[in-house]
């Protein structure tokens, strides 16, 4: 940083807390160890005059005196795997800016509400704004302070909202292109588990489910059927009618999915289930089938987080769905996010419904390891994402 002819230049330095903790096969999990790495002197990074700057989200800022220190998580866990043990790696950085405590006061209000550098300046002495520029210039090298345009965690709902600026640009026959053709998967030489289809719900009213639903901590290890199982994938996920268009057809689900497209799968990794054999299946509402995706066995416990294992040691199915954000995203831009959750709570409400009607029980679940959700289904190497997943079974009764 140059601080030019300025006596008392702005002092900043950094250094990363990297903490690796280990989540034994039992659940347990063990603080290995951390250690503070100091971080190489980065070269100052020019801000853009005319280009909004803001701190990085989950940046914790705390003045004392005249230090004021910057913290946060550098990059998201990283998780892996060897040996029934899962290892979580956290990197933290912290940032100390000593310097005047009025002007870094100033910077942080200002850096909180995404302002240009001309922006920051108003209301800032003359001989003051080199040294702002130079501990903002720091900031950007060490990563705290980022492009408003980048932070998407933090404006996810401003730019995911409905609107001209959110919303790709398609003409008609694209989007009918689009509406009518459906979704390859590389599954589809797979193996097909063939299911029953679905029948009216030994139930006498959906108020009785509604009222009567409730998401369960325990399950009893009882197994469900195949036949139950394609009970309910074909009632909350199945084909339920047709769109038509010209000479082209549509068919069309038992939940809303935006413009039909469909863009969010049901993986089923069955634990207990009379009738199929261990692995990962992919819900094909064409054929209403299980496609196999592998036959490794899965045990959910082994990417739940260690305190919410506990719930799923007695499920018969753990149901992941998943969205596949490129399909959405040539329509509808930036809200596509927004939609496909949406669409993927819809299902999960779904299922939940139904495996009430039916007998069973069921709740949404989302106490995993994301990474380790994706690896289990092997989505390795595809755009796919793990959203939630929805665990079916049967509630244990309370002692």
Same mark, same amino acid.
């Given at each position: ?28 999990? !063990? ?5 503070? /790495?100091?971080?190489?002197? /980065? ?7 005319? %280009?909004?700057? =803001?701190? *990085? ?6 003045? #004392?005196?005249? %230090? ?24 933290? @950085? ?28 108003? +209301? ?6 080199? !040294? =702002? ?14 492009? *408003?345009?980048?932070?998407? &965690? ?14 790709? @640009? =398609? ?34 009213? $959906? ?38 268009? %010209?000479?082209?057809? @549509? ?9 039909? $497209? ?27 089938? $299980? ?7 899965? +045990? ?9 294992? &506990? ?10 769905? %998943? =969205? ?6 040539? #329509?509808?831009? +930036?809200?596509?996010? @927004? ?51 929805? $665990? ?8």
């Amino acid at each position: 940083m140059t601080s030019g002819a300025r006596v008392d230049p702005p002092v900043c330095h950094a250094c990363d807390r990297i903490d690796i903790d280990f989540v034994l096969a039992s659940g347990l999990v !063990v603080s290995d160890y951390g250690f503070d /790495r100091a971080v190489e002197v /980065r070269a100052a990074s020019e801000p853009t005059p005319d %280009t909004a700057w =803001m701190l *990085t989200p989950g940046v914790s800022t705390h003045l #004392k005196g005249n %230090t004021l220190t910057l913290s946060f998580d550098r990059f998201p866990d990283e998780v892996s795997e060897e040996n029934s043990r899962i290892s979580v790696t956290r990197t933290r @950085r912290t940032i100390h800016v000593d310097f005047d405590e009025t002007l870094l006061t100033f910077l942080v209000e200002r850096l909180r509400s995404g302002l240009t550098l001309e922006r920051m300046n108003i +209301d800032v002495p003359a001989h003051s704004r080199a !040294v =702002m520029h130079d501990i903002v210039a720091c900031l950007i090298g060490w990563d705290a302070v980022v492009e *408003t345009s980048e932070i998407r &965690s933090r404006l996810a709902h401003e730019w995911s909202m409905r609107g001209g600026r959110g919303r790709a @640009r =398609m003409s008609a026959s694209e989007v009918e292109a689009l509406t009518f053709s459906s979704r390859v998967h590389d599954d589809g030489h797979a193996a097909h588990v063939p299911l029953s289809p679905p029948r009216t719900f030994p139930c006498d009213s $959906l108020s009785r489910v509604l009222r009567q639903r409730r998401s369960p901590t325990r399950y009893d290890a009882s197994p469900i059927s195949l036949d139950q199982l394609g009970q309910l994938l074909g009632a909350a996920c199945g084909v339920t009618g047709e769109l038509t268009m %010209t000479d082209r057809r @549509r068919s069309l689900r038992a939940y809303p999915s935006p413009g039909a $497209l469909y863009a969010v799968d049901a993986y089923v990794m069955p634990t207990r289930v009379d009738g199929l054999a261990g692995g990962v299946f992919r819900y094909d509402p064409e054929r209403h089938a $299980l496609a196999t995706v592998h036959s490794r066995q899965i +045990d959910p416990a082994s990417f739940c987080l260690p305190d919410t294992r &506990s719930v799923v040691h007695g499920i018969a199915v753990f149901i992941a769905l %998943t =969205m596949f954000l490129p399909r959405a995203t040539r #329509k509808y831009g +930036d809200v596509s996010y @927004r939609i496909l959750v949406a669409e993927a709570g819809c299902i999960a409400e779904n299922l939940i419904l139904v495996a009430h009607a039916l007998g069973l029980r069921a709740g949404p679940f989302t106490g995993v390891f994301d990474i380790l959700v994706d690896r289990a289904i092997g989505l390795n190497d595809s755009e796919d994402r793990f959203v939630v997943g929805v $665990l079916i079974g049967r509630e244990e009764n309370p002692s």
